[in-house]
T-cell receptor, first 111, second 116 residues
């Protein structure tokens, strides 16, 4: 079945440093979504990418969808303590309606 | 406020006991989902339902059962056959109709289940 892997599993950064998490799918995706889960909370939708090579920005967050639509990345510029949490990618394959969630990257930001 | 309500927030199960987790939504969404999250891990799909009176198994359905008698409600029963039920359970729903927005998942606050 479809698998979605994320690296790294954990990342500790100093406040102000940049952060990137990478997502790789075993199959071609029709779209990819990113979610953030704060400690003790539930996943919250951040963004959806649909087009090959698409790049979207939300303030300090930059999301990319690979040309082959099998990988994606999330880059945070100048991290802040409010960025702490686990970031998940989730891919949708073909015409299906089941998202496959990645394994997540847990981000910790130290002052 | 529109949203998804899960209850209870914390639940304890005794050996051999069935327990039911509640999930209610007032978003008028057609599709609803149940996920299991283990510490430090991603979300694994247990069951999902695209329409009332219909549901499909996800990747880890064994030991679980669901019903979808009403559009607003999608309860999950953790049966005694589930030997390792301790986890964080998340319910989600998605917008009905066409368009890219239909795949975006809205989550409830979750239920933490532990075994006594």
């Amino acid at each position: 079945g479809q698998q979605v892997m994320q690296i790294p599993q954990y990342q500790h950064v100093q406040e102000g440093e940049d952060f990137t998490t990478y997502c790789n799918s075993s199959t071609t995706l029709s779209n990819i979504q990113w979610y953030k889960q704060r400690p003790g909370g539930h996943p919250v939708f951040l963004i959806q990418l649909v087009k090959s090579g698409e790049v979207k920005k939300q303030k300090r967050l930059t999301f990319q969808f690979g040309e082959a639509k099998k990988n994606s990345s999330l880059h945070i510029t100048a991290t802040q303590t409010t960025d702490v949490g686990t970031y998940f990618c989730a891919g949708l394959a073909g015409g299906g309606n089941k998202l496959t969630f990645g394994t997540g990257t847990q981000l910790k930001v130290e002052l | 406020d529109g949203g998804i309500t899960q209850s209870p927030k914390y639940l304890f199960r005794k050996e051999g006991q069935n327990v039911t987790l509640s999930c209610e939504q007032n978003l008028n969404h057609d599709a609803m989902y149940w996920y299991r999250q283990d510490p430090g891990q991603g979300l694994r799909l247990i069951y999902y339902s695209q329409i009332v009176n219909d549901f499909q198994k996800g990747d880890i359905a064994e030991g679980y059962s669901v019903s979808r008698e009403k559009k607003e409600s999608f309860p999950l029963t953790v049966t005694s056959a589930q030997k390792n039920p301790t986890a964080f359970y998340l319910c989600a729903s998605t917008l009905s109709g066409g368009g890219v927005a239909k795949n975006i998942q809205y989550f409830g606050a979750g239920t933490r289940l532990s075994v006594l």
